[in-house]
């Protein structure tokens, strides 16, 4: 047993310092190929070469496969990129500063300038080939959708969520997540499509979770009191709804000014909670 925690570091490094089958659930978000400049050295997302990215990710996830219990799930988000066209940075966007970027990577070999890459579906191909089971690919749907001024393809409006097991049976908490039918207002299993807007973050200038969209993962990938993970915290969404819904949690994120962005977000929560009964979490640093 552990309390919940944040810990500051490499998130392979972290992972392998993790005992064997103590986490029940891992929700994450690593960082997108080729979209943002994190202002991190070796930073994931920043590899000149797709195989690196893919490479890098499939040894962190192989790190989840051994801290996670057999019944244990993941659930993978991940959006798409187009190739760059070899250009080698991006100018700011008034609308969204973190898009602005010093490096681009080349085109992958074998795609031409404008195509879609395919990120999402080839980083779970590479996970099912490694032996976790590929379950679901989940469409989270945007509503609110950040528009783009394009002429030659639709406004992309939409990300993946991949539930991945380490097991052919796993925890999978079905009637947590029913969704409301539309003509006799019972409940219905969970579809594959989901529709939950995007919300800013006023601490952060990137991308965050909206917790709407992880909770759902939680509730049916994790039991009261059981420990998720999430080996890229930034913001710390995941450890946010931990503690609305009783879980433990292990942040790990290698960026400290997140950390501090996270910490703040959780004594926030925690100072609402008062008179609550709520997660206890700890701060560390893996070179302390």
């Not at 602005?100 to 990577?105: A, Q, T």
């Not at 976790?132 to 393809?153: A, F, G, H, M, T």
């Not at 890229?232 to 962005?261: A, D, H, M, P, Q």
């Not at 703040?264 to 709520?278: F, I, P, T, Y």
């Amino acid at each position: 047993m552990f309390e919940s925690k944040i810990i500051v570091g490499d998130a392979l490094d972290v992972l392998r310092r993790l005992p064997e089958e103590s986490i029940q659930c891992c929700v994450t978000s690593p960082p997108y190929w080729g979209l943002r400049d994190y202002g991190i050295g070796e930073q994931i997302g920043a590899e000149n070469e797709l195989s690196d990215y893919i490479e890098n990710l499939r040894r962190i996830f192989s790190e989840v496969y051994r801290v996670l219990r057999p019944d244990g799930t993941l659930w993978l988000n991940l959006g798409d990129s187009y190739t760059s066209g070899n250009r080698t940075w991006r100018d700011n966007d008034k609308k969204n500063s973190a898009r602005g970027m010093k490096y681009r990577p080349p085109t992958p070999a074998g795609l031409k300038p404008k195509d879609l890459i395919g990120v999402p579906w080839r980083v779970a191909f590479a996970l099912q080939k490694d032996g976790w089971y590929l379950r679901s690919d989940i469409i989270w749907n945007k509503p609110n959708c950040q528009p783009e001024s394009v002429k030659d393809r639709p406004t992309q409006a939409h990300e993946y969520i991949f539930l991945m097991s380490k097991s052919e049976k796993y925890h999978y908490d079905n009637l947590a997540i029913q969704e409301p039918t539309k003509n006799n207002g019972g409940l219905r299993n969970r579809r594959t499509v989901w529709s939950i807007n995007t919300e800013p973050f006023p601490d952060a200038h990137f991308a965050t979770f909206p917790p709407d969209l992880i909770r759902p993962c939680i509730l049916a990938g994790s039991r009261p009191g059981d420990a998720v993970l999430d080996p890229f915290f930034g913001s710390g969404t995941v450890g946010y709804v931990c503690n609305e819904l009783g879980r433990k949690f292990i942040g790990i994120e290698i960026n400290s000014e997140y950390v501090r962005i996270a910490v703040n977000r959780l004594k926030k929560l925690e100072e609402r909670n008062v008179d609550e009964k709520s997660t206890v979490w700890l701060y560390e640093s893996a070179t302390a």
